[in-house]
């Protein structure tokens, strides 16, 4: 693949992270797609993979070449609920021009500080018609941001993480903090 270009990700289940380079970042006329052959046909199940993925699709623009113009269409990315640590399934950080659309995710780590779709130190990020559910602290995160929409999104809070007594028991289905 080049920047630009999509790939079309076919019907089944995958257990390998979902983490493109920054060689492979879009244009403004030109993102970079991955985007499921049906909509929700395509699972990325990070749960069972040893060690541990940081996330199962981790769009991550930290190592400062950045990752921009990518976007993600009609797939499912789970994580494990018997994690531990913070392997979330859905981490954009530290990039932007990034559009989320029509993806769910799920079963983020039962315990500590995780959230389900994670956005971080980003700018320019669209996530639409999306769906989070399961463990995790957060279900939709925007952490450190600017200019993010939440559109049309659903989350249904299954179960509440164990976090330290320190950290109280707060958990939510939609959160920005200090964007």
Known sequence: MHGGDTLIVGNGTYTQEVRPPASLSGSSGAYTTIQAENTWGATVDGST??????????LDGGNGTGISYVQVIGMKFAS?????????PVLVYMSNHIKLIKIAGYNAPCNGNTGVIDVTMSSYVLVEDSHAWGCGRYKFLVYEDQNIILRHDVARHDNAATLPDTWGRQCAQFTMYDS
């Open 80 to 88: 494990g609920p018997n994690l531990t640590g913070g392997q979330e």
């Open 49 to 58: 993979v040893t060690p541990a993925y940081n996330s199962t699709l981790e």
